[in-house]
Structures are given as structure tokens and as C-alpha cells.
């Protein structure tokens, strides 16, 4: 290549990367913004019926007017649903007397075992804002679906099982609808901050 051509491919390629830096940009702006929920965002959440910790019925409609988190386990989990747990409970403390705008929600994909007492007695560890929902299989298989949640009993050697799930903290807005997985790996306060943009 002469000099000349050289220095017309170094332009190209610098036009051409800061084009494909331009669209990045923009992608990442248009992605926060409302591009989700148009899309994806419609076919996380939906309706389901179930009990809480105290053996009251709940149902999406009772968490119309809040935006809620939600997130799925079982009380046996060694360490992924203790920690998400903890998070959401650090979240909700920073919150103050604004916890009582927002649901916090735990439902268990082991309804077998966690029965509302089991429940009841573990929450107890956890911030009182949380919820912990339980139902017969059906129902808890159908609210996985509709959230999305894969889950799965793995037999244990030593015997019992343990249970593969999908370990995603969802924000859902006050109608019910998808917002953002909620990073809980974030600081506490940008956490509690995105939360109460919703409010
Ligand atoms: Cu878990």
C-alpha cells in the first residue's frame, strides 16, 4: 500500500469504528429505555394464585399499586437463595419506612417441602417485608412458567434432593409488568434508588 491509501484505510476504519461505537451507544441507551418493554418485558409475569407464610391467599391482583420484587428458591438452598434473600433484605432496610411501598417476594419451586410454616420460620432470618409464597404443585409450576423460571429436583447422593433453579431477582412495576432483572450485586442504595423510581 502507498502512503496515500494507507492513510484513507486508517480514516475508513476510525469513521467505521466510531459508527459501530455510535450504535453501541445507542443500543445500550434504547435497551434501558422502553425497547424491553414493548418486547420481551410482556411475557415475564402474569397472573397465579397462592398462599403466603401465613396461609393467606395471595394473588397478583393483591400486588396492584406497588412495584414488587420477586425471586424464586426453596428454604433448602445451601447458599443462592440465603444470599439473594439478604440482598433483597438489605435493599428493603435501606428503603426505611418506604419498604411498605414496594412487595418483596419469595415463592418457593420445592412446595413439597416448604410448606407456609417451613416458610414462616425461615423468613424469620430476613427482613419482615418479605413474603414467602407457597401452593400445590400446579400452581407453582404454572407461576414459574409464567415468570420464566426453570426448576428442576436433582437427586442427592447421600440420599433427599436438592433443587436446580433459575436464580433472577425480577422487578415487576406497580401494574404487574416486567421491568429489569434487579442486580443485586449493585450497592444497596443504587438498588433501593431503582426501586424507587418506581414507586
Ligand atoms: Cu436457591
Redesign the pocket.
Known sequence: MNPRTTRLVLIISAFLAGLVLCFTVILLVSGRGGMPITTANAAIGGSFKLNDQNGKAITDQDLKGKPFLVFF??TH?PD??PTALFDMSEVLNRLGPDADKVNALFITVDPERDTPAVIKDYLSSFDPHLSGLTGDPAAIAAVAKAYRVYFEKVPLDQGGYT?D?T?IVYLMDKTGRFVSPCSLARTTDAAAADLRRYF
Open positions: 428458591g426453596f438452598c443462592v437463595c433443587m433453579h436464580a
